[in-house]
């Protein structure tokens, strides 16, 4: 699953789970992926290019994020409507 890095840094969950599998050109230990990814959501990072799969865990939180934010905003649209 392609999981983009603005995604990456709005979703908390996202934020939780370690990637099954992390290539980069940035030098990295499987340890510290969390913080490099952070890096690169802040902008601390330049001329790089990761990609990162994760587990099938962390694709059930970011559907089950999607689909409550989906809903917040049907929700919040309702409210704003009527």
Do not use: D
């Not at 599998?21 to 490099?36: C, E, G, K, Q």
């Not at 001329?47 to 559907?63: D, G, R, T």
């Amino acid at each position: 699953m392609f999981i983009s890095l603005q995604l990456y840094s709005t979703e908390e969950p996202l934020k939780l789970a370690m990637p099954c599998m992390f290539a980069s050109n940035v030098r990295v230990r499987h340890s510290a992926v969390r913080a490099i990814l952070a890096k690169a959501a802040r902008g601390e990072i330049t001329n790089w290019y990761a990609h990162w799969y994760v587990s099938v865990h962390a694709v059930v939180v970011v559907i089950i994020v999607l689909c409550v934010s989906l809903l917040l905003y049907i929700y919040m649209y309702v409210q704003s409507v009527g």
